[in-house]
T-cell receptor, first 113, second 114 residues
């Protein structure tokens, strides 16, 4: 099955700096890669997703890049703000319609004011 | 409407109780999911419904019984749970097939079994 590794497990950044979270996946058939932000006591919130036919996608301060050859994808948050503090999960789903999302272990991001 | 709505938000139940969790979405998604999430861990898939039919059961104990009455609703019936079943239960929905675009989670039901 798909195995997703996520690094780092914790990340502390100064407000205004950038944050980068990296994930690797094992199954070359994976074709959908969402990122979720989870605040304490809440469900995961989809913040951005990317398909395997796209190399990069951006939404305001958030961007995701995908390298299919290397089987890794990254989340970039620019101009971080205290409200960006949360746990971030990457995920991958393999082509074939089995609907399963394989999650990374999560990254706890703390933005220092 | 881009939300998945779950009720109740919190639930405390005894080990002999029967209760149900409810989930609703109006995004036209035809795939719906139940996940279980323990503290500081990623969500774990329990069940998948595709076009109102159960397509995946991840070897979940029979004390958890899912139901999909229509394309917008998903229920999880609980009976004779154990304290270790205490967790955040998440519902999600997505477009079906291979796209999975917009795979969206609800805010969850925090379940405590006493």
């Amino acid at each position: 099955g798909e195995n997703v590794e996520q690094h780092p497990s914790t990340l502390s950044v100064q407000e205004g700096d950038s944050a980068v979270i990296k994930c690797t996946y094992s199954d070359s058939a994976s074709n959908y890669f969402p990122w979720y932000k989870q605040e304490l006591g809440k469900g995961p919130q989809l913040i951005i997703d990317i398909r395997s036919n796209v190399g990069e996608k951006k939404d305001q301060r958030i961007a995701v890049t995908l390298n299919k050859t290397a089987k890794h994808f990254s989340l970039h948050i620019t101009e971080t703000q205290p409200e960006d503090s949360a746990v971030y999960f990457c995920a991958a789903s393999r082509k074939g319609g089995d609907y399963k999302l394989s999650f990374g272990a999560g990254t706890t991001v703390t933005v220092r004011a | 409407d881009t939300e998945v709505t779950q009720t109740p938000k919190h639930l405390v139940m005894g080990m002999t109780n029967k209760k149900s969790l409810k989930c609703e979405q109006h995004m036209g998604h035809r795939a719906m999911y139940w996940y279980k999430q323990k503290a500081k861990k990623p969500p774990e898939l329990m069940f998948v419904y595709s076009y109102e039919k159960l397509s995946i059961n991840e070897s979940v104990p029979s004390r958890f019984s899912p139901e999909c009455p229509n394309s917008s609703l998903l229920n999880l019936h609980l009976h004779a749970l154990q304290p270790e079943d205490s967790a955040l239960y998440l519902c999600a929905s997505s477009q079906p097939g291979t796209s999975l675009l917009g795979y969206t989670f609800g805010s969850g039901t925090r379940l405590t079994v006493v």
